[in-house]
């Protein structure tokens, strides 16, 4: 797995680069527009100009930014089926592998039509030269032993030099202006004609129902393939529906968001929606908002600030809700997942506690041949009972005594109250009860046995201690198999 | 044709043919081969499982013993030989079929509760686009609890234990209302309840005249649980009724030597392919 997201990253750092170079030749030949810092430097837009974009006031702005809400809404839709079938990489060496259709497709254009920058054209070339990257990889995968992520790394960086290379010799044709293709790469909130803003929209749209009424077909895909395989479900043909989802979403996300991040427009959502809930149907339509949120944002801002990629904005708004989502996410957030794990953790102090006061009790019985009763112990002995400090044992005692389980008498000495040793009690049993099950039905090695029943104790369900019982014959409490070890030892 | 005979003719005057391939058996199985990149792994497997049987399918670690039911399902690919259930091809009989694939097989992390994953057995007959309905969802809960987790219908599967997610996959089957059923080591590692659970369900259907294939690994449980034995090592060693084919004699000849013939010829095979 790091291998494979090394290997990934370097590549992508080099062709990075390499198209750094690239613009920098394609500059040479635009007017070169800004020749100081400060017209470099952002300018922050007024507040009217804020309003104007967010409530799309103005009539291109409104197409933009609609196309990439709605871009949104079916690229959170078909990312989360993406993401449950494990195949995000794919989906990102079919949005590299688009780049030299649309090479193609304008040298075709030019030669044609005398005209290669029709959007749709481009797009129609876009579309076959990633699914032919799709289809290579699975080719490469089908006919040798090379493994899929190694297929998809090479098709991957293969079809995206091809693309570059291809994009080069582009400028230098003769009669047609080929400035702007390179947004094709990083995207860029473009002007942008009606008849564009139908085709990206209805692809869109149509992507995203097909999702809706595919839901059925690719939960099964994603969940149990087998399965699905032996109900009679082609499996192969829904993978297939599923990557012309993902290169319908890809192909109308060009323009906008570019190839090379496209794929966090697709996985992003996905992947944060899936903090919130364990519910497909919320996942799918949460996903759905937050692609929808980010697109709407993400163009928002590159409007007001023409030099911000939109690409590169929209992931980062994305990526926003999803640091947002990974931390406060209600199903498994981090936050969640800390205080379930915190208040674990306290149990285990409080059973510890508890056990530790009602052994050293125990023995106080046994020393002095009493009847077992609630004996006061000294902080001291509880400080030798378990590799404790000082400081741990106080903490566990106030909040004990804060729980009702221990009453400390004086400054010295504490004992359990009524509820604690009936709590202490229960605990000591199930901890000896698992113990001596490890022993005698699990082949465990006695050195080891404390530590593993230590972990398992505390999460002893009624149920399993009732089965324990059984299994043990055993209703009251029994002897600690330890002692029971060391009393042996001491007749030999 | 033959179908012909067995209506027509008594028993005893069918003409003999060398395989007794009767038509209308659940299951039959002719010749049937399957190899992973080229090395074998069942070897001419012939069978025919008799109607309203329970049977264990018992074998070694690698004696192909998932791979027959795969192959039978279809799911990967033969070498050669054929399937047949009650008489047709597999691809025409899926609705006669019903299957639990092995637990680990899946993502248990998958964000769907248990009664979507059960409702799951009913996707085929909905068909292309339909989407799955309140009346589905109840179809479902109700095969919940046939294997007793009827209650936990809307947890999430990964909140489940590993005994209630092997019973959500029963459920699943059940839904299919099948009539041949394949279940791919439905008891590993579940806990003596969900055992008990299975069990019960595996009489229930026996009850009801169904055929059930299951693939289990502990010889100690054999004899009690199935009334019909297939001793698996690449090839069929023995198959019937249990207590002609559970003998010490089988066992032996099935799990006996850690590499059998077979094993070591298919591995040279594949060496010789790669030279």
Redesign the interface.
Known sequence: MMKRNHFRGLNRAMLIGFVGLLQQQMAVAAPREFSSLQTRGVEWPTFEAIWEVITLQQYNTRLVVTSTLILGLASGLVGCFLL?RKRSLMGDALSHACLPGIGIAFILGVTLFGEGKSLAVLLIGATVSGLVGVGSVLLIRNTSRIKDDAAMGIVLSVFFGAGVAILGMVQSMPGASAAGLEYFIFGKTASMVFRDFLLLSGVAVVALICSI?????L??L???E????????PVSVLDILMLILVAAVTVVGLQAVGLILIIAFLITPAAAA?FW????RV?LLLSAVIGGVSGWLGAGISALLPRLPAGAVIVLMAALIFFVSMIFGSARGVLRRSLSMRRLRAKIGRQHLLRAVFEIQERTWRDESLRPINVPISYQELLHHRTWSARQVKRLVRRGVHEDHIEATDGQTLRLSESGFGEAYRITRNHRLWEIFLFTHADIAASHVDRDADSVEHILSAEMVR?LESKLNMASMPESPHEIARLKKEMV | MSDFHNKMAPASDRPAVEEDHSPDAPLSIHDLTVAYHRKPVLWDIDLDIPEGKLVGIVGPNGAGKSTLI?AC???IPTASGKVQVYGKPY?KQ?SL?G?V?QRE???WD????AV??VA?GL??K?G?????RKKHKEVAREALERVGIGHLADR?I?QLSGGQQQRVFLA?ALA?DATLYFMDEPFAAVD?ATERAIVTLLQDLKGKGKTTLVVHHDLATVAQYFDWVILLNMRVVAAGPTEEVFTQENLRKAYGGKLSLLAEAGHALTQADRG
């Open positions: 449950l009424l595919l839901m059925k077909e939960t099964i994603c969940f149990d087998g399965f699905a395989r032996s109900q009679g479900w899936r809930t364990n519910d497909l996942m089965e | 795969k399902l279809n799911l691809g899926r079929v299957y694939p097989s899946v993502d998958f964000p769907v509760s979507d994953v799951m996707y085929r909905l292309w686009f339909r989407p799955v999430q990964s699943r299919q003596a």
